[in-house]
DNA sequence: ATCTCTGGTGATCGATCGATAAACTGCGCC
DNA sequence: GGCGCAGTTTATCGATCGATCACCAGAGAT
């Protein structure tokens, strides 16, 4: 056998990146299969994807663990880029037109199939960094609607939120979050305007929230048992 | 080399069940398993934790898959057994406390690590029995609530409900439903009082609800579209 | 034109995966 | 008390996984 044959490469491209450009690639790349099949998904179909070998891969990251965690990096941070936290701090706007407006920019961060996947898969790996994000949505959101809410409202202002008040403005993020489940996850069929799901989700809120504050003043709320 | 020595036989415990105890426990077992590792989750470290050796799973599954299969039936069917269609439909008691006691009784049914994990790890394979199951909840859980309220409210009853009425109660459901995840998937801290929870969630939705209904009645609300 | 640096490949290793076949062992039955 | 079957193990296969190594090739500098 003439094992020496020049074989004249018939390689469809022959693709010579930047190392720069290579290594984001591997990102995207990687999140779109980690979404996809999760972070169980193998580094010979991620190199399929870019249309190199295996191996490449090793140039640009020492283990599939730190491609992975520069996968969460981007996920993660992606949505923060947006300067929501002035939005919801405007007090020149009302208030209701604020929220509104937050959470359609935000929900358009992270309503996508890509973004919902990877934030589930890792949070069912209970890693650290999806702590962080939810302490983080509970310090920079909910906590600052609630003083929104409590300045609108003309109540006593209090460093942190009660924890029923905290819990109140938590389903009702739930309640807006899993919209994005089922639409992106589930594939199940969802009212399709979302700014109308957002406004009604925050009429009941506001008005929960009110009623809330009113009963807080006058009298103490009867607890409720149930027997059966 | 005395390869015939006869090994006198040091195992724990020779534990030798009946087929059926023996094919309940690797799917007790295998719930387990992959709640925590995901279906990637092996088949010796499942023979690991039943004390028995791998291969004997194939004496009672003929794969892999089969025996994921009658995981999902069993955690999808489990919360069924509860009665709770009678306890929504009962109109001798008054809707708020059958609502109350509904998603108690709902809750503790699938609030555990166990049932979420395995959910959330099914949904993300996008598995038809998940399908089912978020159909199941619209028709016999959200739409049978709604029906309730109308009813309650004294509007006419119609067949089904209004695409905007179905969001309002799925974003009641998917809030409830959230907190579980935030404490058994996230395990971020929660309002401990669970039937709190519900009760200020409830107080919010019916509120919205008569709300929406006041407003549908008077002035037209322009037509929703449904996307599958 | 050649040197060199670096992006990229081919071959392969050890571990682990799901699955199979054959041997063994303990319990019930006659 | 020995037979037979059902429950279990030992050994092993082929595929696939993440990772490593030596080598190749193409663009820019000289």
Redesign the pocket.
């Given at each position: 056998m003439n094992r020496k044959a020049?074989?004249k490469?018939a390689?469809a491209k022959?693709?010579?990146?930047?190392?720069d450009d290579?290594r984001s690639e591997f990102v995207i790349k990687a999140t779109e299969l980690f979404a996809e099949e999760g972070f169980?998904?193998?580094?010979?179909?991620?190199?399929r994807k870019l249309?190199?070998?295996?191996?490449?891969?090793?140039?640009?990251?020492?283990?599939?663990?730190?491609?992975i965690k520069e996968v969460y990096r981007k996920v993660y941070l992606e949505p923060l880029e947006i300067g929501w936290e002035k939005v919801l701090a405007d007090r020149s706007r009302p208030l209701r037109i604020r929220l509104q407006e937050f959470y359609e920019v935000y929900t358009d961060a992270i309503f996508n199939r890509k973004w919902l996947r990877i934030y589930l898969y890792s949070g069912l790996k209970g890693l650290d960094i999806n702590r962080w994000y939810v302490g983080m949505v509970k310090d920079k959101i909910l906590t600052r609607i609630l003083r929104e809410c409590r300045h609108d409202a003309g109540l006593a202002m209090q460093s942190r939120p009660s924890a029923a008040e905290l819990e109140l403005a938590w389903v009702f993020h739930g309640g807006i979050f899993y919209y994005g489940v089922r639409k992106y996850i589930y594939e199940a069929p969802v009212l399709e305007d979302k700014a109308r799901m957002i406004s009604d989700a925050l009429d009941i809120f506001l008005a929960g929230f009110e009623r809330m504050a009113e009963s807080a003043t006058d009298r103490r709320r009867a607890p409720i048992k149930i027997v059966g």
């Open positions: 020049p074989v490469r390689r022959q693709k010579r990146l930047s190392a290579r169980g998904g193998g580094t010979r179909a991620l190199a249309g190199v070998t295996q191996p490449l891969l090793y140039r640009y990251f020492p283990s599939k663990d730190d491609l």
